[in-house]
């Protein structure tokens, strides 16, 4: 899997309270087949990942502010989850915006546990097949997906996965739709 995402360029959007494991992965498996990955988050500075939602985790320092990126800029996105995570980027309106016009851009977005909920308040899931943590699945339902209980769901541009003990499918799913769509044009 070594250089096969080379040149290309993926946000990873989190803010306090990020699941570690869901941040740590995916970025490492980016990472080794050649992406280079960006934190982007709403404030600059540093975000504190948890363990479990409960214990802290490390922190990790924001390559750059939400407000400040385009959709344009990126060649995916990925959600991580956490509980409290996508429950701030939810008040972010920046973060919201830059999702919607990611998901609406047809490029890869990967979403992971609670990540989808950032996905519903950009109002993206209607009529999309998804999976994700068990507790938010009826959002994801009221907001006019249909939801699946699949280690790994992908729709179109979306890969959506449920839990940390996903992470091997999600991860090569992910890197799987991402080497097979065109890359951004850099200048």
Known sequence: ??????????????????????????????????????????????????????????????????????????DALILPGGTINPDNLRRDTDAVAFVRDFVNSGKPVGAICHGPWTLVEADVVRGRRLTSF?????????????VLDEEVVVDRNLVTSRQPRDLPAFNAKLVELIAATEPVART
């Open 134 to 146: 068990f507790s938010i699945r009826t959002d994801l339902r009221n907001a006019g997906a249909e």
């Open 1 to 74: 899997m070594t250089g096969e995402l080379s040149g290309r360029r993926v946000a990873i959007l989190a803010a306090d309270g990020v699941e570690q494991v869901e941040l740590d992965r995916p970025r490492a498996e980016l990472e080794e087949a050649g992406a280079r990955a960006e934190l982007l988050s709403t404030h600059r500075g540093e975000i504190q990942a948890m363990n479990h939602d409960i214990d802290k985790g490390d922190r990790f320092t924001v390559d750059r502010q939400v407000a400040e990126a385009a959709a344009d800029d990126y």
